[in-house]
């Protein structure tokens, strides 16, 4: 079972930045999609970004050119830095990990930006 531990999340002003940090339990090129989702109060859950083992990346539209996911294979670790942040980024941020047909989430990590 993989182990997800993020941190990084704060409360931030409009345009500011955050570097969202996730470190895994085991190698992230044995898990096949790391990826960074969020859920505002209400709203489902979505996909942020999503990094995969060929180092392919994908966005969602609302974060394009905002956000940029990253690994660290030496620190298993995957990064999510978004910049020029927005009241409508405000959600709790997961980390999630997939490998076949396993699923892991972290905890999560919540992001909050307001004046």
């Known amino acids: 079972q993989v182990q997800l531990v993020e941190s990084g999340g704060g409360l931030v002003q409009p345009g500011g930045s955050l570097r969202l940090s996730c470190r895994t339990s085991?190698?992230?090129?044995?898990?096949?999609?790391m990826g960074w989702y969020r859920q505002a109060p209400g709203k489902q859950r979505e996909l942020v970004a999503a990094?995969?083992?060929?180092?392919?990346?994908n966005y969602a539209d609302s974060v394009k050119g905002r956000a940029t996911i990253s690994r660290d294979a030496a620190k298993n670790a995957v990064y999510l830095q978004m910049n020029s942040l927005k009241p409508e980024d405000t959600a709790v941020y997961y980390c999630?990990?997939?490998?076949?047909?396993?699923?892991?989430w972290g905890q999560g990590t919540q992001v909050t930006v307001s004046l």
């Open positions: 085991i190698g992230i090129f044995l898990t096949n999609t």
């Open positions: 999630k990990a997939s490998r076949g047909t396993s699923r892991n």
């Open positions: 990094i995969s083992i060929d180092g392919s990346t």
